[in-house]
């Protein structure tokens, strides 16, 4: 029985084909693999000599995961500073609402 809810979508990763299936959308499906492709041949193209398709794998899978932490930290920072904020000015506003 299929799954209305998914959706199968053919793509090429690295000179292979995968066929996919998600409950995304299909065009969010193949950024994600043309991504991942991308970061793939970033790899290859930046090793100085030909490179096992799983190394390369595991280094672009490696690279996407510190570009993932960091937006992580980044987005905490911009959490802390956005409830600081309104830590201040809930205080700003009891202090004058008081007097």
């Given at each position: 029985?299929?799954n209305?809810?998914?959706?199968?979508v053919?793509v090429?990763?690295?000179?292979?084909?995968?066929?996919?299936?998600?409950?995304a959308d299909?065009?969010?499906?193949?950024?994600?693999?043309?991504?991942?492709d991308?970061?793939?041949r970033?790899?290859?193209?930046g090793?100085?000599?030909?490179?096992?398709e799983g190394?390369?794998?595991?280094?672009?899978?490696?690279?996407i995961?510190?570009?993932?932490?960091s937006?992580?930290?980044?987005k905490?920072?911009i959490?802390d500073r956005?409830?600081?904020?309104?830590?201040?000015?809930?205080?700003?506003?009891?202090?004058t609402?008081s007097?």
């Amino acid at each position: 029985m299929n799954n209305p809810d998914n959706n199968t979508v053919q793509v090429t990763i690295y000179g292979k084909s995968y066929t996919i299936k998600g409950k995304a959308d299909s065009s969010y499906i193949t950024g994600v693999a043309n991504y991942v492709d991308m970061k793939m041949r970033e790899v290859d193209d930046g090793a100085n000599s030909t490179q096992e398709e799983g190394k390369v794998a595991i280094l672009a899978g490696m690279n996407i995961t510190d570009e993932l932490f960091s937006a992580r930290q980044d987005k905490d920072k911009i959490v802390d500073r956005f409830e600081e904020r309104v830590q201040a000015l809930t205080e700003l506003i009891d202090e004058t609402l008081s007097t």
